[in-house]
């Protein structure tokens, strides 16, 4: 093979891991708009509170610490040194159903039939407020999270693919990094899953039901009320996810939250309203920028096509297909 | 009636109360364009603190400058070209000087403080040719700027390549942005001197995500790559360098991109990281025993204190020191402790850091020498190189305080100073 088929093969790929980490934040949304009609505009800033908490629990942060001993001149900052992985994330997931509960309570009991643009702004609101509480909270250093994930290049796949190249040519084998394999693996795990709950428990028909048709679903004794805060909360669990995943790549920082701006396109393709949509929407945003900049990148002068490309892809196809890949078509009868 | 008239004569009172305790202590302001929130907060923080508690330990140690405390209003910017605007304009009366801490900001505010006679000091970053004191009149950027920092990086190169990178190819990583793009002029010029093969990757805001642009860098090879990063850019750009395998030797930053901050996360994988530097990191200065002593152990400590001693503390002490040290000398100047904001900019083109006064100050071997002066506002152009030790999680110096290739640098600053000149009709001083 040459070393440009392999070279493109290697951007294909990068591109459609990139994809899915695109998809992991797109999934959270999808969820939520499917089940309540709402746009979570807060649901960037849920993967990077609960990438803050789980790092608070890991290593034993006192929350509130600065605030505590600003008001009481205490001196807290630890309770404990660390704590293992797995009781972290259970922490965690603790936290983020609260977090569902306290949001179900305080905000989306308040504004029901109200219209999708006031829930809207509301969600805007709910990410600044989650934003600010996230710093009081657990302080805007840039924090380090490892959770055992590999990271780093493959040298599996660079050992297996090395020997693909044309004899004498200049060539290393094929770039993946390990982590993004890991998080295809685990996108995978929660796509099956979510679809095993969706089609065979009570509550997830219960959730497909509410997603269907509201009055229908509450006509027959399901509570609208629990399902949204299930539906948050389940959502809460997979930004904990992306979080996850992201903060493990970046280090857990304040612009992690910019990671929802990633699935807006993704999800344009893909439509608001399909698992499967934000999946296919994610590879396709994901290949798309990464052989956008690295085959015509170097035409522009200003370059950095990797980050604005996918709005270019997202607006063409809002032309042809508004609704999306897999969205349901919108039909205003009169 | 009587409490709405006594709660509305005591909130009357306070109001007054406050304004004249503000007034009676705002005797020297220097406003603090920060940003404590938002994505580049993890950077600004350290900085803004390193700021504050300088200013709270000469106040409290000193009395002030000359006697008279300084006022640190501080307006939070979020890194936001269009706040920092804002900022400059709410704040500007009787302001001394405005540290921008972006080069965006920076870029806006030149035009405007000028009109406005009111300094800008950007410290080792902002628009290089400022560095001409002949044009930029209220602009100061020592003790180096972006093009010295440019050909400093490229000098290391050299020393690694026994003085001949004919032939070698070298990658810029940069923030898509002012301050990303200001070295590249500088380095196409010296790509032309020396023979190397510049290739110029720009990583868009806020740059979590790079892996086309690293993808790019292992096809290509590059023989040393250079970084214009900021924030989550840097941490991301280490991490992928780590995660193709590009020797961390051959990766340099700017001093912008060398914080404790931009090399944790990348664990182990950024040993041997570098970066440029005109700072010291660590605790063991003067200034550091007298800020503990002053503000820390009197709990007066800047945030929660916990940023003491990195980088970008001891780079916002810097700055700090640096303007405060022009108020000193506007004062000696004036022959008074009650400047103004024109004689401040007297004083600021006449600081003289030797080596005895940065020993005086608190500050030995924590910073090269510098003076300023009518000519020069860019300072010694001196930065070194330092190296992250991973396993001991810290920066090590690894080479001496170096110029940069100033028949180079003087040469751009003098087109790109003229240029501005004939634009903007200012007319050259210093005789």
Redesign the interface.
């Known amino acids: 093979m040459s070393v440009e088929l392999l070279?493109f093969i290697?951007?294909v790929l990068?591109g459609l891991m990139?994809g899915v980490m695109y998809s992991l934040v797109a999934l959270g949304f999808v969820l939520i708009f499917k089940a309540s009609g709402v746009f979570n505009f807060a649901q960037g800033v849920f993967a990077l509170f609960a990438a803050l908490t789980l790092v608070g629990y890991q290593t034993g942060q006192v929350p509130f610490?600065?605030l505590i001993?600003e008001l009481f001149?205490t001196n807290y900052?630890n309770w404990y040194a660390s704590m293992p992985n797995f009781l972290a994330i259970l922490l965690t997931m603790v936290t983020m159903i609260a977090l569902a509960w306290i949001i179900e309570r305080l905000v989306l009991k308040h504004l029901v039939n109200q219209d999708p643009i006031i829930l809207f702004m509301a969600t805007i609101g709910l990410a600044f407020a989650l934003e600010g509480v996230g710093?009081l909270m657990w302080?805007?250093?840039?924090k380090?999270l490892?959770v055992g994930i590999p990271?780093?290049?493959s040298i599996w796949l660079e050992e297996a693919t090395i020997g693909l190249a044309a004899e004498g040519s200049d060539y290393y084998g094929m770039?993946v990094?390990v982590l993004n394999i890991w998080a295809t693996v685990i996108a995978v795990i929660l796509v099956v899953s979510l679809a095993l709950f969706s089609q065979y428990t009570k509550t997830g028909r219960a959730l497909r039901a509410v997603a269907d048709d509201h009055q229908a679903a509450l006509s027959v004794g399901i509570s609208l009320r629990s399902i949204w805060i299930l539906v948050w909360a389940i959502s809460g669990f997979i930004a904990m996810v992306a979080g996850i995943m992201?903060g493990t790549?970046?280090?857990v920082?304040?612009?992690?939250s910019?990671?929802a701006l990633?699935a807006l396109p993704v999800l344009i393709l893909g439509g608001f309203t399909s698992i499967p949509g934000a999946i296919i929407g994610g590879l396709m945003i994901g290949v798309g920028?990464?052989l956008a900049?690295?085959y015509i990148?170097g035409y522009f002068e200003?370059?950095?096509?990797?980050?604005?490309f996918a709005y270019v892809m997202a607006l063409v196809f809002l032309l042809f297909r508004p609704q999306g890949l897999f969205g349901d078509k919108i039909i205003e009868r009169v | 009636m009587r409490i709405k008239q006594l709660l509305i004569g005591m909130t009357a009172s306070v109001i007054a109360v406050s304004s004249y305790v503000e007034m009676a202590i705002a005797d020297l302001k220097f406003p603090m364009l920060v940003y404590?929130?938002?994505?580049?907060?993890?950077n600004g923080?350290p900085n803004a603190d390193g700021f504050v508690d300088y200013y709270k330990m000469i106040n409290a140690r000193d009395g002030g400058i000359g006697g008279e405390k300084i006022l640190h209003p501080e307006c939070e910017t979020g890194y936001k070209t269009q706040v920092g605007v804002e900022c400059y304009e709410k704040n500007k009366k009787d302001a001394m000087v405005f540290q921008p801490m972006s080069t965006g900001i920076t870029y806006q505010l030149i035009p405007k403080a000028t009109a406005d006679g009111v300094t800008i000091y950007s410290t080792g970053y902002g628009r290089t040719s400022a560095a001409n004191g002949k044009v930029f009149k209220w602009v100061f950027n020592a003790p180096v700027t972006y093009w010295d920092g440019a050909s400093i990086a490229v000098r290391h190169i050299l020393k690694q390549n026994f003085g001949n990178i004919k032939g070698k190819k070298i990658a810029l990583v940069y923030h898509?942005s002012a301050y990303g793009k200001e070295p590249i002029r500088t380095l196409e010029t010296l790509s032309k001197k020396h023979g190397f093969k510049l290739m110029?990757?720009?990583?868009?805001?806020?740059g979590?995500?790079?892996?086309?642009?690293w993808?790019?860098i292992?096809?290509a090879r590059p023989d040393n790559v250079l970084m214009w990063g900021w924030?989550?850019m840097n941490?991301?750009a280490i991490?992928s360098a780590?995660?193709?395998?590009f020797p961390m030797d051959k990766f340099i930053g700017i001093w912008w991109s060398g914080s404790e901050?931009d090399v944790?996360?990348a664990?182990q994988?950024a040993h041997g990281y570098k970066s440029l530097t005109f700072n010291a990191p660590g605790t063991n200065y003067q200034v550091h025993a007298d800020i503990k002593k002053f503000v820390h152990d009197k709990?007066e400590a800047s945030?929660?204190g916990?940023h003491f001693g990195t980088v970008l503390y001891n780079r916002g002490l810097f700055q700090a020191m640096v303007q405060v040290e022009a108020a000193t000398v506007a004062q000696k100047i004036h022959g008074t402790s009650k400047i103004t904001p024109a004689m401040y900019r007297d004083g600021f083109e006449n600081i003289n850091l030797s080596a005895k006064r940065l020993e005086e100050l608190g500050f030995k071997d924590f910073a090269p020498p510098f003076k300023i002066t009518c000519e020069n506002h860019g300072g010694s152009g001196l930065a070194a190189v330092q190296q992250w030790d991973a396993k001991a999680k810290k920066w090590n110096m690894i080479t001496e305080y170096m110029y940069g290739d100033s028949s180079v640098v003087q040469k751009l600053i003098a087109e790109d100073s003229s240029k501005y000149a004939a634009e903007q009709k200012i007319a050259e001083r210093c005789g």
């Open positions: 070279n290697e951007t990068n990139s610490a600065h001993n001149g900052h710093d302080g805007s250093d840039v380090v490892d990271s780093g290049g770039y990094d992201w790549e970046s280090g920082q304040f612009s992690l910019l990671i990633k920028e990464k900049e690295i990148g200003t370059g950095a096509l990797e980050n604005w | 404590r929130t938002g994505a580049y907060a993890p923080i898509n110029l990757l720009p990583v868009d805001h806020p979590q995500e790079q892996k086309a642009t993808l790019k292992r096809k924030g989550v941490q991301v991490k780590a995660s193709i395998k901050n944790l996360p664990g994988g709990g945030g929660d916990s």
